[in-house]
């Protein structure tokens, strides 16, 4: 404990959770709290053409593919950056001129593929639902059939705007049945949440090191059917987000086009194995599961109803209605958090007045039920009533 902690008027009852460098847990959808482990890797400098830094990189892209199952079709193509530079990647490199786009809306993510294919000139068409509602497998049903120009439907896994998991699987089969091409953005999803290619159908699916897999943020990558890759040559609308040209460049050299974040990729190389020493997406998800549990649990005892019924509720972000009680100030509630080593996210929400609380990162079970112990202590600091004893 700082001294100037130790001096400062709101000194909290208890010691700060920290990770074990000392920082506040970040109880935030990514970038989150990593593993000491992954930090350490880093303290390195290798040149973009060392050969520890590119067999590194080599074991990161073909180990990628196995957690999708699909080493026997999908190839990793990785995008220097953060997730947004994988989903415009992959929305401008499988979605040619001529094509149209169904993309489907139920929150932030959503409306931002949406933006990306306007800028790109590519014909897109939305159908949104509200941030707490899937979509509607009928009505996408009858989209199709009514509009033969839509080649390609784009959905969120988990809508990290409300933690929402849409139904990918029966979008899939929807798609597939109607012919069509689904492209999918998995980046809050990917690594927790199974998606196996052997049993759903799609093209190419985006995410990125800082989330479920627990790296550090500043790579994006698209695990894409390598028969539908090689499809996309000339599509691309920018020379540094053309997946076709990246894949080519990486398989012949094994280097990247442009200056690879190598920090970020020898880190994420370490993350993935540990998330593979946990039991990958079945280890993973179980205790992310448990994270949602004690929180979503705790918060209730604590009076705090969440957006979503537990049957739409990924693991991964919880949202929670803003209480009614006046006395509840958020920045207040936020600050005093933060002062015990816990930082949540605000909300996204325009249904609702809320705000979110992670469940990934490295986080487990004892910091969730202290999480909840530090909530109850702050709610009676600002003079909320608590709806029972916690
Ligand atoms: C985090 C996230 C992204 C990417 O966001 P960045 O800030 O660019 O990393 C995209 N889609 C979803 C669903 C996400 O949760």
């Not at 100037?4 to 000392?22: D, E, L, M, N, Y």
């Not at 996210?345 to 490295?362: N, Q, W």
Request: proline content about 5%; aromatic content about 6%; charged content about 20%.
């Amino acid at each position: 404990m700082s001294s100037a902690r130790t001096a400062s008027a709101k000194t909290p009852a208890r010691a700060p959770a920290q990770s074990v460098t000392g920082d506040p847990l970040l109880l935030t959808p990514g970038p989150l709290t990593t593993s000491k482990s992954v930090k350490e890797v880093m303290v390195h400098d290798w040149g973009s053409r060392d050969a520890t830094f590119i067999a590194i990189n080599t074991a990161v892209l073909e180990g990628l593919p196995k957690i999708i199952h699909g080493e026997a079709d999908f190839v990793t193509v990785p995008m220097q950056g953060s997730g947004t530079f994988a989903v415009e990647a992959m929305l401008t490199s499988f979605v040619p001129r001529s094509a149209k786009c169904l993309v489907l809306v139920n929150g932030a993510y959503g409306l931002r593929a949406k933006k990306i294919l306007d800028i790109a000139g590519r014909a897109a068409v939305v159908h949104e639902t509200a941030e707490d509602t899937p979509p509607d497998l009928a009505e996408i049903e009858q989209i199709l059939e009514a509009d033969a120009a839509i080649t390609h439907v784009f959905v969120v896994h988990c809508e990290t705007t409300s933690g929402i998991r849409n139904p990918v699987e029966a979008v899939a089969a929807l798609v597939k049945r109607h012919g069509r091409r689904l492209l999918i953005d998995a980046m809050s999803a990917f690594g927790a949440l199974p998606l196996d290619a052997r049993e759903v159908t799609f093209d190419a699916v985006a995410a990125s090191s800082n989330k479920c897999i627990q790296g550090v943020p500043g790579l994006g990558f698209v695990l894409a059917r390598a028969s539908a890759l090689e499809e996309t040559k000339g599509n691309a609308t920018t020379l540094v987000l053309d997946l076709h040209d990246q894949h080519q460049a990486i398989s012949k050299t094994g280097q990247y086009r442009f200056t690879p974040p190598i920090h970020v990729i020898v880190a994420f190389h370490q993350a993935l194995q540990e998330f593979w020493a946990e039991g990958g997406v079945a280890g993973r998800g179980e205790r992310y599961a448990d994270n949602a549990r004690i929180l979503i649990d705790g918060m209730a005892r604590l009076g705090f109803e969440t957006l979503l019924p537990a049957a739409r509720q990924a693991p991964i972000i919880v949202t929670f209605r803003m209480p009614a009680d006046e006395r509840f100030a958020f920045q207040r509630f936020y600050d005093a958090l933060k002062d015990r080593g816990y930082v949540i996210y605000p909300g996204k929400l325009t249904v609702a007045e809320s705000f979110r609380i992670g469940c990934i990162g490295d986080l487990h079970a004892a910091d969730m039920s202290a999480f909840v112990g530090v909530v109850a202590e702050v709610l009676d600091e600002m003079g909320v009533g608590l709806k029972t004893a916690a």
